[in-house]
């Protein structure tokens, strides 16, 4: 049963932890998910929705009226799926879509200088993200083993990104 990374980002944090959607998209915003993985506010009920109707999650019925929330937890085969589809990315290589490297494929657009700028700007943005992601992954101490290893990642991409950019900044001057 294939999963779309939103369904897969959803399921696992309710693996994690059985929530309610507002807590879905206040764990979403605190790990900065939104930065690899396209997740709006309003799409968390309709994919909670989607995924109680595929059986994957089961939602427990709220007291206390109609402004209670609904806490929403992954049934065995929502287990078993989100633990197929997370083997497979894990395991497998697939090409990303970059636009930076689309960005550099047309280099021969931009004037010498121009590129020189863009490079040292972009710069900046790495090492201000760096920055957020660190305090980010300070704040929520301790993480659950997923979420350290997701922070882990980001930052060695980041930091990788960083010296590649310091490099060429260096040798554009």
Do not use: C
Not at 75 to 84: I, L, S
């Amino acid at each position: 049963m294939d999963l779309t990374i939103t369904e897969l980002t959803i399921l696992g944090l309710l693996i994690e932890r059985p929530q309610h959607g507002y807590e879905v998209e206040q764990t979403i915003e605190q790990r900065g998910i939104r930065r690899w993985a396209e997740i709006g506010f309003s799409s968390i009920y309709y994919v909670l929705g989607k995924l109680e109707r595929r059986g994957l999650v089961a939602a427990d019925e709220p007291d206390g009226g109609a402004r209670a929330r609904r806490v929403f937890r992954p049934t065995t085969a929502g287990r078993e799926a989100a633990a197929a589809q997370t083997i497979a990315l894990v395991a497998h290589d697939r090409p990303v879509a970059h636009p930076f490297l689309t960005g550099l494929a047309n280099l021969s657009l931009l004037p010498e200088q121009t590129y020189r700028d863009a490079l040292a700007t972009r710069l900046a943005e790495i090492d201000t993200r760096l920055a957020g992601v660190e305090q980010a992954r300070a704040a929520q101490a301790p993480l659950p083993p997923a979420a350290a290893e997701v922070f882990s990642f980001s930052l060695a991409l980041l930091e990788a990104e960083r010296a590649w950019l310091a490099q060429r900044v260096a040798v554009n001057r």
